[in-house]
């Protein structure tokens, strides 16, 4: 959890030294990684179920609409919830660690892999059907 906190304050920080509004910094750090970690799960739940064969793509995601929206909901919650149990959610400081932009970049660069991962199985299982 330290990297993830040291990534969040780093995003607070980030959108603190520009935003004209620096009380919503911890906010819109929040919701960034709550955006990256929902993409990544779906990634991961996308390559297992295409995978085993099992998985109807749009079928699933219209038939649970409002478990997805929900989960979506719990997942921005905890991830403000986090953010506030680190204790600088309303900080305009600069960040504490200056490393934040490496752990985000392997961040990123693990979201993108497995987004297009996810993309390519689902291909390659659509092909050879």
Known sequence: MGAYAELWDGLRGYYASFSKERKSA????????????????????????????????FDWLFGNTVVLLLFGISDAYAHVRFAKSTGRYNSTDPPQSTTWKRVLTIYAVVTAALFVSAIAVAYFNRVSA
């Open 26 to 57: 911890g906010f819109s750090a929040a919701m960034a990684l709550s955006f990256l970690f929902g993409v990544n799960l779906a990634s991961i739940v996308s390559i297992l179920l295409l995978a085993s064969g099992q998985f109807i793509y």
